[in-house]
């Protein structure tokens, strides 16, 4: 009888046939509640694979620390010698020197701002690392953003 009811359309066959197209024509939209479960579920597997990531490696966070206060160390210098240099160079006849000297140091310090972005986007703002090192890296390899 089933394959007679197929053939002649009978009831059972009919609504399978509208949950069918009913089912493909759901398929094909893609809606803005669908979107925003999808980027949800995208934003907690991410969640979920930092903290995996971080609890993996806490044998290195005193490695990473250690490299942290390194970098911000010597950027903080740089920068901190810059400005003395520069305001020294206010009270000393020929200051020319003095602020060339201080454009050098802070060429320098400006290098490792890159850097200096990733450690402090690692250390509190890991959620949105992605567009952090995506920013850094540019500015490590002198694009434009």
Not at 100 to 108: F, M, N
Not at 118 to 137: N, R
Request: hydrophobic fraction near 50%.
């Amino acid at each position: 009888m089933g394959i007679l009811g197929k053939i002649f359309g009978t009831e059972e066959a009919i609504s399978k046939s509208i949950d069918l197209i009913a089912s493909a024509g759901d398929k094909l939209v893609y809606t803005d509640e669908e979107k925003a479960d999808d980027k949800a579920k995208r934003a907690a597997q991410i969640d979920t694979l930092l903290i995996r990531w971080m609890e993996t490696t806490t044998g290195q966070n005193l490695a990473r620390r250690l490299l942290a206060v390194m970098i911000t160390c010597v950027w903080l210098t740089q920068y901190v010698v810059s400005m003395i240099i520069n305001l020294t160079a206010v009270w000393v006849d020929d200051a020319k020197l003095w602020h060339e000297t201080a454009k050098v140091i802070g060429g320098y310090a400006e290098q490792m701002n890159g850097a200096m972005m990733l450690i402090l986007a690692f250390y509190f703002a890991s959620p949105y690392m992605g567009a952090v090192v995506e920013t850094a890296l540019n500015k490590f390899g002198n694009k434009s953003p």
